[in-house]
């Protein structure tokens, strides 16, 4: 994974008020703010590293981090210490698992992430993945056998403050909108949105995986609010939808099949 540097944090929660129409209006993610292992600092120091996926577990404690450019790396507490090149994943027939078979002279290694919801047992940490490892080193006759929680390392640069400049390539006009052009708040910390659509706040959370961001069910304030024919409802365009992003010009350019839908400008 490649970086660059800065790092902003805010988001505050959204309450569902007022009256009358809107395109999004459902449940908020239960998803809770990151604590300990998953904290702002912590994440954006495996982003700095490169590290892409990384899972904990306890009894023993142990870590896994995989950056997918570089490295595997596998630790448990004074104990098995492995270092592999990166492998491809291989899907099996339930989509919701991949497995990595790493193996260099000194050892090996088999993983196994399911996109699960899963706990940590020590520290009540909710994370998206369910994370089995089964490593040895090279004179050994079998594997061991560890279990525990593990996430995607979501693009630190998410974090900040967007401005929805087009929808597939047609420029919006902010007199086309109640309060200017809708703005988005993210917190990649937290996989967390707040802003407006331009008109109803909106808000609610969002996963990663490596350059694709997966939009959860959004929330939404009720207001009606005057539009012009055919004015773009960011909402709509959000919620429950998958985008691959990318970076460039102080731009954040969320596609779909290589299609550029939504160009957001960094301004803060």
Known sequence: MKNPFKILTAILPLLTIGCGNSAVVSAPSTKPSPVAGQSQDFLYN?????????????????????DFDQRFQFEVL?????STPPTEEALGRDA????????????????????????????????????????KHAVDKSYRNFT????????????GIWVVEQVEGVALKPASFMKGLPTLELSAGERR????????????????????????????????????????????????????????????????????ILTLKHVD
């Open 46 to 66: 495996l982003w700095a590293q490169g590290i892409d996926f990384y899972a904990r577990g306890n009894e023993p404690f142990w870590s896994l981090d995989m």
């Open 78 to 82: 004074n104990d098995l210490n492995l």
């Open 96 to 135: 919701r698992i991949a497995r990595y078979h790493a193996k260099t002279e000194s050892g090996e290694l088999i993983i196994s992430t399911t996109a699960e919801p899963c706990t940590d047992t020590m520290s009540g940490e909710r994370f998206d993945y369910f994370v089995e490892v089964q490593a």
């Open 193 to 260: 949105l707040n802003g407006h659509d331009g008109c109803n706040g909106i808000g609610g959370a969002f996963s990663i995986k490596r350059n694709t961001i997966i939009f959860k069910q959004l929330m939404s304030t009720r207001m009606f609010c005057s539009t012009p024919e055919g004015t773009p409802d960011i909402g709509a365009l959000l919620a429950e939808k998958t985008y691959d992003f990318e970076f460039g010009n102080n731009r954040l350019y969320l596609k779909k099949n290589n299609k550029t």
């Open 148 to 159: 525990g929680c593990g996430d995607y390392v979501p693009d630190m640069r998410l974090t």
